[in-house]
């Protein structure tokens, strides 16, 4: 599977972004796909991942209620809209697909395949 992630920009706090990723090759609907995200020196993070078909969301606690991931299966795409971006919320962002039929991972090790990354960067 290939990934190309999109939507990043320079925001203020308390604005949205939506983040999209485009998904490309065999069996994508099998895939679970995810966001991660990663700031300088620091190892990539988990935000939020969707299981196939869409049964299992989950999200790292400090953007629950802010952001939401969704996947379309017709157009193979994930999506992450986030709502009241927080400075903390800086990062370069990651879509992922892993091979998991049912649930999802909120670990890196849990996907095989990763977009080029997307800057968001929030001001205050």
């Known amino acids: 599977v290939q990934l190309q992630a999109s939507g990043g920009g320079l925001v203020q706090a308390g604005a949205s972004l939506r983040l999209s990723c485009s998904a490309s090759?065999?069996?994508?609907?099998?895939?679970?796909l995810g966001w991660f995200r990663q700031t300088p020196g620091k190892e990539r993070e988990f935000v939020a991942a969707?299981?196939?078909?869409?049964?299992?969301?989950y999200y790292e606690d400090s953007v629950k209620g802010r952001f939401t991931i969704s996947r379309d299966d017709v157009k193979n795409t994930v999506s992450l809209q986030m709502n009241n971006l927080k400075v903390e919320d800086t990062a370069v962002y990651y879509c992922?697909?892993?091979?998991?039929?049912?649930?999802?991972?909120?670990?890196?090790?849990?996907?095989?395949?990763w977009g080029q990354g997307t800057q968001v960067t929030v001001s205050s």
């Open positions: 969707v299981s196939v078909g869409s049964s299992t969301v």
């Open positions: 992922a697909a892993g091979p998991r039929p049912r649930g999802i991972s909120a670990v890196s090790a849990g996907y095989n395949s």
């Open positions: 090759g065999r069996d994508v609907r099998s895939y679970a």
